[in-house]
Structures are given as structure tokens and as C-alpha cells.
């Protein structure tokens, strides 16, 4: 789908790599992972917690130009669902090309009823929906 996907945490590389061996969920795991073991990149994202010294669940989808797109923070023990992220990162390359159109949260993939935000649309979403 033309992505990069990087994830990172608070742990050390060899953490990761234990993880990656011994955890089934991440045997097949191709991306990068980053080790942020300072939580210098956390606390640029805003999601260090000084008090624990780990760092929330933060998703963010980011463009080519560097412009933040979409952001999500869990509390830590709230797993991610990769449906859920596909669905914002497929409706964040829709709407590249149909700025003017907007993905409601129903919207799965391209074909999909989408609205045209404007003044009329106000209170009336519902309606759009279902014409």
C-alpha cells in the first residue's frame, strides 16, 4: 500500500528481539522496531509517562510530507486492533484524493458512502447516511 511501518518503544533492541522469538504473535513480524530505551522520541510524540517510564500505546499515521494524518493513545493494557488501523490509513489515502469528501466511521474501503462536509450537513448526518 506504498507504507513504511515502524514500531518503537520504550524497550531495548534485545528486548524486542526475545520478544520476536518467543512471543507467537510477532513470528512473522517484518517491520522495523525501534528501541526508544530514553523515551526521547516518546516524549516528542507525547506519549512518555514520566512516572512509569514507559510509553502509552501511541498510533500515528504519518504522511510523505511529515503532516500527522491520524493519532491514537491507549492506556497500556489496551490492545490495537490492525482492522480498526487499516480502515484510518485506507480512508487517510482515500481522502488524499477527495479532499473535499469526508470518510465516516461506517466507511470500510473506496466505494463506500462518503459525505460532503458543509454547513448543510450540520445535524443532518444521519440522513446523508441513509439517502
Partial sequence: MGADIVTVSTD???????WQRHEKELADVRYTM??????????????YDDFSGLALRGTFIINPAGVLMNSEVNFYNMGRNINELMRKFKANLYLAKKVDEGCPSTWQEE????LRPSPEMVGRVHEALHE
Fill in 12 to 18: 531495548t533492541h534485545y528486548v524486542h528481539l526475545a
Fill in 111 to 114: 466505494g463506500d458512502k462518503t
Fill in 34 to 47: 525501534g528501541a526508544d530505551p530514553t523515551g526521547s522520541l516518546s516524549r516528542l510524540f507525547g506519549v
